[in-house]
């Protein structure tokens, strides 16, 4: 328990209800670990004070990325496995894995009581990472990631074939089935490093997924075709559509000269509103994939060597506003959430001071020498900054 890796600071609203008070802290590698404090000592499974514990114990390391809740309690958590060790929390249960290359991306689904139902193991031969999931009404998982070399997205059952990657990483997304079952999988990826970072469910169980590509990449998850984008910059968007079954309805791309990073993606199932958001650097970028244009960054929002930013998009990629916020020095967003009355909330890291982090006409400041969290909650109708806040660790 030396390591400690927090990659959500915040959970989906629709996890919200069954963790109530409790406080989502992150990662413990070495052990494979999903940990949700309270007051109560962590010491057995419970759902009644506040306590969760599960415990994958491997040969070498693992992390969870992501963690998702159902109606009945059921977890979900994604993230990646290394070396060999037993998947099952169970003390009476022995379910090992062994990962083909370096890291494997895992996905297990756990009861309320934190029985495992079923686990599922995307296997590259190099290396692969589930960087996110997403759980449908229905009870299927989406997955968003990366890898390098040969990925076998059905590693038990060997039935969807192989990709391999083109480059160096290459983005990733799969559909798990409720039952545990992969029903497909697809990459997207160039020379460069190309990741999936975000994904989520929209109306009728359409998948959206986002991410970033570098130099020239394949940018429409169909092995059968070829759309080939070069980024402009550093690094630039993609945002895509697939159906469930797993055709693709559209990818859509953007950014500027410098780096642009898209670091989730949520929906806002009541509005049907998709909202992406991560970083992007210092110069004025385009953030409008049609064909109109909407420049953020530059001598706008906090104007540091990289700001904080939230683009809003109808489910057919139509841009309704992207905004940028931030100090003087670096600000990232990390994670998103919406809530049923239209707001959007993000968490991320900055540093720095002066900046600016009202979307709209005022000015707020905050002020930071090192990396702090922060959430700001927007009015997503007007993107206005309903609150801000920080907290210095």
């Not at 998948?207 to 070069?230: I, K």
Request: hydrophobic content about 35%.
């Amino acid at each position: 328990m030396k390591h400690v890796e927090i990659h959500k600071l915040i959970t989906r609203a629709r996890r919200l209800k069954y963790v109530r008070q409790k406080r989502f802290l992150g990662v413990l590698i070495a052990t494979l670990m999903v940990v949700i404090l309270s007051d109560s000592p962590v010491d057995a499974w419970s759902t009644s004070d506040g306590a969760v514990l599960i415990n994958s114990t491997s040969s070498s390391q693992g992390s969870v990325f992501d963690v998702e809740v159902d109606g009945s309690g059921n977890i979900y958590s994604c993230g990646k496995f290394r070396g060999t060790g037993d998947v099952d929390p169970d003390p009476g249960t022995t379910e090992n894995e062994t990962a083909t290359g370096l890291n494997s991306s895992l996905v297990t689904k756990y009861n309320s009581s934190g029985n495992r139902l079923w686990h599922v193991l995307l296997d590259a031969d190099d290396i692969d990472e589930a960087l996110d999931c997403a759980l449908s009404s229905d009870g299927r998982v989406a997955v968003a990631g990366r890898f390098k070399g040969t990925m076998d997205f059905d590693s038990d059952r060997g039935s969807l074939g192989t990709v391999t990657s083109a480059g160096d990483w290459d983005a990733y997304v799969a559909l798990i089935e409720a039952d545990g079952t992969v029903a497909w999988g697809k990459s997207l990826g160039g020379t460069g490093d190309d990741q999936a970072t975000g994904v989520d469910f929209g109306p009728s169980n359409k998948v959206y997924v986002t991410g970033y590509f570098s130099d020239t990449a394949d940018v429409d998850f169909d092995p059968s075709t070829t759309t080939n984008v070069t980024s402009a910059g550093w690094q630039d968007v993609f945002f895509g559509k697939i159906t469930p079954g797993g055709t693709v309805n559209w990818v859509k791309t953007w950014g500027g000269v410098n780096t642009d990073i898209p670091n989730d993606l949520v929906i806002d199932q009541s509005a049907n509103r998709i909202y992406i958001g991560g970083y992007l650097g210092n110069n004025a970028s385009d953030y409008d994939p049609g064909a109109g244009t909407v420049l953020i960054g530059g001598t706008s929002g906090g104007q540091g060597g990289q700001d904080s930013w939230i683009s809003k998009f109808t489910p057919m990629a139509e841009l309704e506003w992207a905004k940028n916020f931030g100090s003087s020095g670096h600000d990232r967003i990390e994670g998103l959430a919406a809530d049923s009355s239209g707001n959007v909330y993000a968490t991320g890291v900055q540093k720095g001071t002066g900046g600016d982090w009202d979307t709209g006409s005022g000015t707020i400041q905050l002020g930071s020498s090192s990396n702090d969290p922060y959430t700001v909650k927007l009015d997503s109708k007007r993107s206005d900054p309903v609150g801000v806040r920080r907290r210095r660790i």
